[in-house]
């Protein structure tokens, strides 16, 4: 096989990682079952036969619902790879939305897991000709017999492919994968991928992030969203790697338990997840006033800074090169923590209708405080009069920007202009080489009393260090800025702070906050909620339920 077959065509780069790894280790799910490469192969194959002999054809709309796991990224594979259109669904999804996904792809098949069973009414999905179990991958419902009988035929047996898995050249702008978001802005919108996106990618990837066969990754980001599927899933499998699935709810302590028994090469994160180690394991202790005098020496600071790094590092497994961390803004305050500690983070920036890459650079050489550096298949541009100072919305065009969304012509063409451009919504400017520094959001910029433009994000990430508070939304309320902050529960039961000596710390707080904003942006006041804030599957906080 030569590399025009192997690596020109999205399905080559898997056929490739196939037939060079069959005995490795490919697919795990966490304290659970393992395939090799040749195992996975096998089962591809199957639902491939099954596909065939069912009559589901290329392009069909084939749904995934489940938590991440070794079957669904078989399932995924073989969808894609079989030429139908993948559908994931996100499990944190209401089964409302759930149905209102199915129904809207149009979607033909679905592969769930048996978590979900009971949250999808077969009645309210008319279009589905069948479904089968991710658990077990046994047949659930079949509407018709032909149907049953080629899944018991095929995929069902348990045994292997009869046939050599064959994966045909996909055409770069055949669509691939439909993606539903669930945005901060509360719409949810069937993002069209081709196998260009994709492509575009994971050659990106593979051309700058040192992944090599046998490398251990773990996947916690749900893979129902282009984050996770592209970089803790479709990249390192195209290179050999050994993927350990989450098979249950990534809570932190979870994260890091599998972190330190399966020693990620490449981990990526979101920033909810750095932001909460760094605020219960490392601030509490650098924090004392002891430790607050010994910083200020410099040989000692040097000293202890090593031994926080050493204690991180440990933290995540010890054997990975970066950490990328994408999805949201990271606190600037924990992003200077951990550039002093010289610990090796970077930050990208994407989303889902760029398939999700629109900048990233290697933690060595990557600019403080930036998004990465465009990739070197995009351009950009800065709707701004000077894009290198003033701040405008962040406009971008190349391979990986999506077809449109699903049966939406309207938000497809408010999305992308009549020159190509896509209106990525993110405010943000440039420098002479390309870096990307985000400012916030277009919807959420707010206008002060003399047209000053007022960023929610930058007073929250001031608002969010301060103590008690975990997390928190600005909004404006009759002309004035109000701070909604939802209080840290097991902190103030730690330090037995009852609900007077709290209204008291947030007066303290909302002084502090004030204290380093200009007068034009400084909150009127701080209400307490009662509940976490409401979030989007990638934790950000939908924003539209509190305006």
Known sequence: MNKETSDNSLTGLYRNAFLQNPDLKAFSDYEGSSYTYGEAAGLIGRIHQFFEQGNIMP???????GRNSSNWAIAFLAIVSYGAVAVPVLPDFNPVDMHHIVNHSESRFIFLADAFLDKLNLSELPGLDGAA???GMSRVFMKTTGLADAWDHTAGTGGKSSEPLQLKPIPMEQLCVISYTSGTSGFTKGVMLSAGSLYSNLVFAREHMPLKAGDRIVSFLPMAHVFGLLFEFLFPATVGCHITFLTKAPTPPVIVKAFKEVKPRLILSVPLVIEKIYKKQILPKIETPVMQVLLKIPGVATIIRRKVREKLVETFGGDFFEIVIGGAALNSEVESFFRKLNFPFTIGYGMTECGPLISYDGAKSTRPFSAGKLVDRMQVRI?????????????VKGDNVMLGYYKNEEATRQAIDDDGWLHTGDLGVIDHDHYIYIKGRC???????????????EIEIKLSNLPFVAECVVVEREAKLVGLVFADAEGMQEHKIGPERLLEIMEANLRAVNKDLPKYSQLSRIELVNSEFEKTPKRNIKRYKYL
């Open 383 to 395: 709707d701004s009069p000077d894009p290198y100072h003033q701040v405008g919305e962040i406009l």
């Open 443 to 457: 919807k959420n910029m707010l206008l002060g009393p003399s047209g000053q433009n007022i960023y929610p994000e």
């Open 133 to 135: 179990s991710l658990s």
């Open 59 to 65: 392009g069909d709309k084939i749904a995934l619902l």
